[in-house]
């Protein structure tokens, strides 16, 4: 790389010294400047003569844009002005502010304009309509530079405090959705430096000066900051400009050099020497970039690419450099998205491959694509079937099954819709890091430095753990944390198998950890670690369960597939797959509970009930032992009677979107599961359209089990307090009686201890407890409640009777003498135990 010698372009006197601005049509057809003075130039692509002049503008122009059919000016004196390309002549004013305009943003489709002034607030302007204006509040201070992402949907606002403001347009009000706070200078909004935040053409990302003279690209999903441009400019950044591909980026500053930098490598390509420039516009399909300084030049530099990298500027559209591209993440067959929706496929010469829907492959393949042809001058159908020889085959006949070749193409072309598989508590790559685990024990986190990796193991418990730090060359990807160690697994790469790798926190051995590599051809899919075992599904749909210490103590093939993840608790794991295809074209998805050590099964190919087009989010065991599900619809469902075959019901313990902090309507968060511990959800708050946390560490929140019963939403202004009393005791009763019927399933396969039973006792109370409240809003509800308050106390379980004899004091404290008498009746069937026959 070096400085570029070739023949320089002469400069143009477009304007006085001063403020410069340009900008290309989007045909590239001409290019339109504007400065100090009151003259506005329009130059004509690859003419040498003379521009075109608009001489009655406004003067002291801070701001152009434009499109093939009309530019806007702004200027100091709050003017935004419209004139025409095709007669040069002023046509109307677009908008009027009480202070200097800074800014103006034309959208990819030319219908509106986006205008930014001293003022704290942006003017979004409908082009056709000058009274639709939608407005870009909350800034602090005045935004400097305005940009539109390729789809038009989004605008970044870099304000003058430093702040690039990213806003999505919406027909109402736009909606500020990111603030990327360190990426720019404060800046005053008359400084020469730029601010400016630029959208890759890709639309996945801008780029934008920081403080230390580099480029920084930032993502615009999740506002990481991705790739660089460093250590190229000695002074501040004045304009950047991508090439139309997004393969190049061209850059200016102070410095007095202009550099060309390759966007896949972030390198330097070419050094150009050209002082004062202050702004740049690339040409939109001619290798031609064109710039002016701040002494009112115009410099038109045809041949701008030398022949070696003019190469890049005609390749179809780049990818924006992320660190981890998850373009470059999917597979081979993959295609990558544009802006405009069109997919950009590997081989351009490819032929489209059908789809279900198309055309093509309803009707065949038309005669004109094949490379034999065959006349079929008699009638006799020889194209209906032609073989490699030019012989008439039997395609003209009839298929054994009764279904013709063109809808079995069909058929067969069709895929359903899979549960794809996921390791719980671990989160996507977002920028570099991402988090292999999250649970109430802790959290494991990794960094992506290029090279390696670097992974951070941390405890909430500093005083029985101890947090560590280690550099990772296996590139894991999963891991599970637990009391006794923690578990990673690393996809194959670069010719090595899958591993797994385990690493006890505290052994009375030099060395306990231990890691073994799996067959050739093999990838992990899943891991799970509990007390006693460890828990690998894999690719083949292999189920490998190993000793804490490495030793493999049971491989099977796992019925359903393909596999999608696992879960363990003590002797216990669950490992759900595939099934048979719904209705809905997507498979049911299974799961299977087994005890490694007594080698039983307790669950066998059963249903994960969700509903329609739901997907599971995060699988786990719950503090006392039961399988636990999180859905995408925001339900969490616990497993009951899990341990007895063919018993087993998911059974919802909460419904997130019905949480009272969500009634107002105002807030919009989901959130990310976490555990199930002492009959509490613990997850992670999501905001603003988030769906994975991220740093810096969050914080955990917990809410109370709530079986959604009934309508949460009840008439404040009712008379009847039993209206408002009934459902939040009857949901008491549900939920209590699930706890208990939990904790009998525990104690009955298990050795309990006296502990537990005294919790069992208390449980058994507590359901009692919340029948005898019901009873008492029946009762003093009046007498026509007879029927059910009867009914409430025969669902009491009280062997001693003393519940029932409760139940008939409540009756007489409220004069139900009929009530009371109906449950001296039942207390005397119990007693003689005839109850049941009846």
Same mark, same amino acid.
């Given at each position: 790389?070096?400085?570029?010698?070739?023949?320089?372009?002469?400069?143009?006197?477009?304007?006085?010294?001063?403020?410069?601005?340009?900008?290309?049509?989007?045909?590239?057809?001409?290019?339109?400047?504007?400065?100090?003075?009151?003259?506005?130039?329009?130059?004509?692509?690859?003419?040498?003569?003379?521009?075109?002049?608009?001489?009655?503008?406004?003067?002291?122009?801070? /701001?152009?844009? @434009? !499109?093939? *059919?009309?530019? $806007?000016?702004? %200027?100091? +004196? =709050?003017?935004?002005?419209?004139?025409?390309?095709?007669?040069?002549?002023?046509?109307?004013?677009?908008?009027?502010?009480?202070?200097?305009?800074?800014?103006?943003?034309?959208?990819?489709?030319?219908?509106?304009?986006?205008?930014?002034?001293?003022?704290?607030?942006?003017?979004?302007?409908?082009?056709?309509?000058?009274?639709?204006?939608?407005?870009?509040?909350?800034?602090?201070?005045?935004?400097?530079?305005?940009?539109?992402?390729?789809?038009?949907?989004?605008?970044?606002?870099?304000?003058?405090?430093?702040?690039?403001?990213?806003?999505?347009?919406?027909?109402?009000?736009?909606?500020?959705?990111?603030?990327?706070?360190?990426?720019?200078?404060?800046?005053?909004?008359?400084?020469?430096?730029?601010?400016?935040?630029?959208?890759?053409?890709?639309?996945?990302?801008?780029? /934008?000066?920081? @403080? !230390?003279? *580099?480029?920084? $690209?930032?993502? %615009?999903? +999740? =506002?990481?900051?991705?790739?660089?441009?460093?250590?190229?400019?000695?002074?501040?950044?004045?304009?950047?400009?991508?090439?139309?591909?997004?393969?190049?980026?061209?850059?200016?500053?102070?410095?007095?050099?202009?550099?060309?930098?390759?966007?896949?490598?972030?390198?330097?390509?070419?050094?150009?020497?050209?002082?004062?420039?202050?702004?740049?516009?690339?040409?939109?399909?001619?290798?031609?970039?064109?710039?002016?300084?701040?002494?009112?030049?115009?410099?038109?530099?045809?041949?701008?690419?030398?022949?070696?990298?003019?190469?890049?500027?005609?390749?179809?559209?780049?990818?924006?450099?992320?660190?981890?591209?998850?373009?470059?993440?999917?597979?081979?067959?993959?295609?990558?998205?544009?802006?405009?929706?069109?997919?950009?496929?590997?081989?351009?010469?490819?032929?489209?491959?059908?789809?279900?829907?198309?055309?093509?492959?309803?009707?065949?393949?038309?005669? =004109?694509?094949?490379?034999?042809?065959?006349?079929?001058?008699?009638?006799?159908?020889?194209?209906?079937?032609?073989?490699?020889?030019?012989?008439?085959?039997?395609?003209?006949?009839?298929?054994?099954?009764?279904?013709?070749?063109?809808?079995?193409?069909?058929?067969?072309?069709?895929?359903?819709?899979?549960?794809?598989?996921?390791?719980?508590?671990?989160?996507?790559?977002?920028?570099?890091?991402?988090?292999?685990?999250?649970?109430?024990?802790?959290?494991?986190?990794?960094?992506?430095?290029?090279?390696?990796?670097?992974?951070?193991?941390?405890?909430?418990?500093?005083?029985?753990?101890?947090?560590?730090?280690?550099?990772?060359?296996?590139?894991?990807?999963?891991?599970?944390?637990?009391?006794?160690?923690?578990?990673?697994?690393?996809?194959?790469?670069?010719?090595?198998?899958?591993?797994?790798?385990?690493?006890?926190?505290?052994?009375?051995?030099?060395?306990?950890?231990?890691?073994?590599?799996?067959?050739?051809?093999?990838?992990?899919?899943?891991?799970?670690?509990?007390?006693?075992?460890?828990?690998?599904?894999?690719?083949?749909?292999?189920?490998?369960?190993?000793?804490?210490?490495?030793?493999?103590?049971?491989?099977?093939?796992?019925?359903?597939?393909?596999?999608?993840?696992?879960?363990?608790?003590?002797?216990?794991?669950?490992?759900?797959?595939?099934?048979?295809?719904?209705?809905?074209?997507?498979?049911?998805?299974?799961?299977?509970?087994?005890?490694?050590?007594?080698?039983?099964?307790?669950?066998?190919?059963?249903?994960?009930?969700?509903?329609?087009?739901?997907?599971?989010?995060?699988?786990?065991?719950?503090?006392?032992?039961?399988?636990?599900?999180?859905?995408?619809?925001?339900?969490?469902?616990?497993?009951?009677?899990?341990?007895?075959?063919?018993?087993?019901?998911?059974?919802?313990?909460?419904?997130?979107?019905?949480?009272?902090?969500?009634?107002?309507?105002?807030?919009?968060?989901?959130?990310?599961?976490?555990?199930?511990?002492?009959?509490?959800?613990?997850?992670?708050?999501?905001?603003?359209?988030?769906?994975?946390?991220?740093?810096?560490?969050?914080?955990?929140?917990?809410?109370?089990?709530?079986?959604?019963?009934?309508?949460?939403?009840?008439?404040?202004?009712?008379?009847?307090?039993?209206?408002?009393?009934?459902?939040?005791?009857?949901?008491?009763?549900?939920?209590?009686?699930?706890?208990?019927?939990?904790?009998?399933?525990?104690?009955?396969?298990?050795?309990?201890?006296?502990?537990?039973?005294?919790?069992?006792?208390?449980?058994?109370?507590?359901?009692?407890?919340?029948?005898?409240?019901?009873?008492?809003?029946?009762?003093?509800?009046?007498?026509?409640?007879?029927?059910?308050?009867?009914?409430?106390?025969?669902?009491?379980?009280?062997?001693?009777?003393?519940?029932?004899?409760?139940?008939?004091?409540?009756?007489?404290?409220?004069?139900?003498?009929?009530?009371?008498?109906?449950?001296?009746?039942?207390?005397?069937?119990?007693?003689?135990?005839?109850?049941?026959?009846?």
């Amino acid at each position: 790389m070096a400085a570029v010698t070739q023949q320089r372009p002469r400069a143009r006197p477009a304007h006085p010294s001063g403020p410069t601005f340009l900008t290309y049509t989007p045909n590239g057809k001409q290019l339109v400047t504007a400065g100090s003075n009151n003259v506005v130039r329009v130059y004509a692509t690859g003419s040498d003569g003379e521009p075109t002049n608009l001489d009655d503008c406004q003067e002291n122009n801070t /701001a152009i844009a @434009a !499109t093939n *059919d009309f530019f $806007l000016t702004g %200027s100091e +004196d =709050g003017t935004v002005c419209m004139y025409s390309l095709d007669t040069y002549t002023y046509e109307k004013m677009l908008t009027r502010c009480t202070l200097p305009i800074r800014d103006i943003a034309l959208s990819p489709d030319g219908q509106w304009a986006a205008v930014a002034s001293d003022e704290l607030i942006v003017k979004v302007i409908n082009i056709a309509d000058t009274y639709t204006v939608l407005y870009l509040r909350d800034l602090p201070r005045p935004a400097k530079h305005l940009s539109f992402d390729p789809s038009g949907s989004y605008i970044a606002a870099s304000c003058a405090d430093g702040i690039v403001y990213v806003y999505k347009l919406s027909t109402e009000e736009p909606d500020l959705v990111r603030k990327v706070d360190g990426l720019i200078r404060s800046l005053d909004v008359e400084s020469e430096s730029s601010s400016r935040a630029v959208w890759h053409p890709d639309g996945r990302a801008f780029a /934008a000066p920081t @403080a !230390t003279r *580099d480029i920084q $690209l930032v993502s %615009s999903g +999740d =506002g990481e900051r991705q790739r660089a441009f460093s250590g190229g400019h000695m002074g501040d950044v004045t304009a950047l400009v991508w090439s139309p591909n997004g393969a190049l980026l061209i850059t200016s500053a102070s410095d007095r050099k202009i550099l060309l930098w390759d966007t896949k490598t972030q390198k330097i390509l070419a050094r150009y020497d050209y002082p004062s420039v202050i702004n740049m516009a690339w040409h939109p399909t001619q290798n031609i970039v064109s710039f002016v300084t701040s002494d009112g030049e115009l410099y038109i530099y045809e041949g701008f690419l030398q022949p070696d990298t003019f190469t890049l500027l005609q390749k179809p559209m780049q990818s924006s450099p992320f660190i981890r591209d998850p373009l470059a993440e999917t597979s081979g067959n993959a295609s990558k998205v544009l802006p405009n929706g069109v997919k950009d496929k590997p081989d351009a010469r490819a032929k489209r491959r059908g789809t279900p829907d198309s055309l093509d492959d309803i009707l065949g393949p038309e005669l =004109g694509d094949e490379d034999d042809f065959v006349s079929d001058d008699d009638g006799a159908g020889y194209l209906d079937g032609v073989n490699g020889f030019g012989k008439r085959s039997n395609g003209h006949l009839d298929s054994i099954d009764g279904i013709d070749n063109k809808r079995r193409a069909t058929i067969h072309a069709w895929q359903p819709r899979l549960h794809q598989s996921f390791q719980p508590g671990s989160t996507p790559w977002r920028g570099n890091r991402k988090y292999l685990s999250l649970n109430l024990t802790g959290f494991v986190w990794t960094v992506d430095q290029d090279t390696h990796h670097t992974v951070t193991v941390e405890f909430y418990d500093h005083e029985f753990h101890r947090d560590f730090h280690f550099t990772d060359p296996y590139l894991y990807d999963k891991a599970c944390l637990n009391e006794n160690g923690t578990l990673f697994s690393c996809p194959p790469a670069n010719g090595n198998p899958a591993m797994v790798f385990y690493r006890p926190h505290e052994t009375w051995t030099t060395r306990a950890d231990w890691r073994t590599q799996l067959p050739a051809g093999e990838d992990v899919t899943s891991i799970s670690l509990s007390d006693s075992y460890i828990v690998v599904t894999t690719s083949t749909n292999y189920v490998r369960v190993f000793t804490l210490y490495g030793t493999p103590f049971r491989v099977y093939r796992q019925k359903s597939s393909p596999t999608v993840t696992c879960a363990s608790w003590r002797d216990y794991i669950l490992t759900m797959g595939n099934g048979t295809v719904g209705g809905d074209g997507s498979t049911k998805l299974l799961y299977n509970i087994e005890n490694v050590k007594r080698d039983e099964v307790c669950q066998s190919e059963d249903i994960v009930a969700l509903t329609e087009g739901a997907q599971v989010k995060s699988v786990f065991f719950s503090d006392n032992g039961d399988p636990c599900v999180y859905d995408s619809t925001g339900i969490l469902l616990i497993l009951q009677h899990w341990r007895s075959p063919g018993q087993a019901r998911w059974v919802p313990v909460l419904d997130t979107k019905q949480l009272e902090r969500l009634a107002s309507g105002r807030k919009e968060e989901t959130y990310w599961p976490v555990a199930v511990a002492q009959e509490k959800f613990h997850c992670i708050i999501l905001k603003g359209g988030d769906q994975y946390p991220y740093f810096p560490k969050p914080l955990l929140s917990e809410f109370d089990f709530k079986i959604p019963c009934s309508n949460p939403t009840l008439p404040k202004d009712s008379e009847d307090s039993a209206v408002l009393e009934s459902p939040k005791l009857e949901e008491t009763f549900v939920r209590s009686s699930l706890m208990l019927s939990l904790l009998e399933d525990l104690i009955s396969s298990t050795n309990a201890t006296h502990s537990q039973r005294t919790e069992l006792s208390r449980r058994e109370i507590d359901v009692n407890k919340s029948l005898l409240q019901l009873l008492n809003v029946e009762c003093r509800e009046g007498e026509d409640r007879g029927m059910k308050a009867l009914e409430i106390v025969g669902l009491m379980k009280d062997p001693s009777g003393k519940m029932v004899e409760a139940a008939g004091k409540v009756a007489g404290r409220y004069g139900r003498t009929v009530l009371q008498e109906k449950i001296g009746e039942l207390a005397e069937k119990r007693l003689l135990g005839i109850e049941d026959e009846e």
